[in-house]
Nanobody, 117 residues
Framework: QVQLVESGGGLVQPGESLRVSCAAS????????MGWYRQAPGKQRELVAI???????SYANSVKGRFTMSRGNAKNTVYLQMISLKPEDTAVYYC???????????WGQGTQVTVSS
């Protein structure tokens, strides 16, 4: 069984930075892709950033230049470094990984990021 656990969320002021992490554990043989999503109250979940097995990353237009997604030295770990945070970045941030088979998606439980003065 595979599990994803996010950490690092919290309350910050506008303009500040925060890093959230996601670690996968269990029977992992290959990770096809990793992604960060977020869901704000009353809104649909949206893609924030994605990284493929070849290391290619892409970002939502709303976070380009401010968010950086990277994999850790332990390849089952992924980070989302967020700078110049805005109130509109407030959301629950979820990690998703495609593991072992291209059809198998796994989600973390989410971590709350709140940007407020």
């Amino acid at each position: 069984q595979v599990q994803l656990v996010e950490s690092g969320g919290g309350l910050v002021q506008p303009g500040e930075s925060l890093r959230v992490s996601c670690a996968a554990s269990g029977s992992i043989f290959v990770i096809y892709a990793m992604g960060w999503y977020r869901q704000a109250p009353g809104k649909q979940r949206e893609l924030v950033a994605i990284i493929t097995s070849t290391g290619t990353t892409s970002y939502a237009n709303s976070v380009k230049g401010r968010f950086t997604m990277s994999r850790g030295n332990a390849k089952n770990t992924v980070y989302l470094q967020m700078i110049s945070l805005k109130p509109e970045d407030t959301a629950v941030y979820y990690c998703k990984m495609v593991i072992n088979r291209p059809s198998d998606d796994y989600w973390g439980q989410g971590t709350q990021v709140t940007v407020s003065s």
